[in-house]
């Protein structure tokens, strides 16, 4: 059998070896989410595998969740086209409604509970109320940071007194649970 040419066998080569380097380099979703979010508050090495690392679980909890299909990726593709960079800190605000998607089925993702109640609290006028160190947010503290997001601010200012109510009995069974 004759052999091919030597400068075919250099361009298969060549083309296996390109191949194999774009599909190593071509980053996953979570990590291109990441680089954006890194990109913004100039974080480490170490804060981006760890931005990494709890997007990957993000993505595998809304799949146990039993999320909407889509849900998570839509997200990522939001947080890619449309974060606002502000002061070193990222917005997600032009995401609301995928975020909203994943919390309806318990799935957080960049951003703690506590700090979603800690906008909508201010979005209410009440001011920050949680901690923004992601390790604060725990246990009861994420109990009473996940009632308060499922509450309007009617409820949380108390103007609408049957979802003042709910709220009430929400944060009784945070301590009661635990």
């Known amino acids: 059998m004759p052999h091919p040419p030597r400068i075919l066998e250099v361009l298969l080569s060549l083309a296996v ?68 960079c502000k002061d070193d800190q990222f917005a997600l605000d032009s995401c609301e409604d995928q975020q909203r998607s994943l919390r309806n089925c318990g799935v957080f993702v960049f951003r703690t509970v ?20 992601p390790d604060a947010c725990t246990e009861q503290t994420a109990c009473n940071a996940a009632c308060i997001v499922d509450t309007s601010c009617a409820g949380l200012n108390g103007s609408d007194i049957e979802e003042s109510q709910r709220f009430n009995e929400c944060n009784v069974l945070c301590f009661q649970t635990r």
């Not at 996953?28 to 997007?55: H, I, W």
């Not at 039993?66 to 086209?81: I, N, R």
């Not at 201010?122 to 109320?129: E, N, S």
């Open 17 to 84: 070896a390109g191949g194999a380097l774009v599909s190593a380099g071509c980053p996953s979703p979570e990590e291109r989410t990441c680089d954006v979010l890194c990109d913004c508050t100039g974080c480490s090495e170490a804060r981006y595998l760890d931005c990494v690392n709890e997007a990957e679980i993000a993505r595998k909890d809304a799949e146990q969740a039993s999320c909407p299909a889509g849900a998570f990726d839509e997200l990522l593709t939001c947080v890619e086209d449309e974060v606002e």
């Open 114 to 133: 506590c700090e979603h109640a800690n906008d909508v609290f201010i979005a209410c006028g009440q001011g920050a109320a949680f901690d923004v160190d």
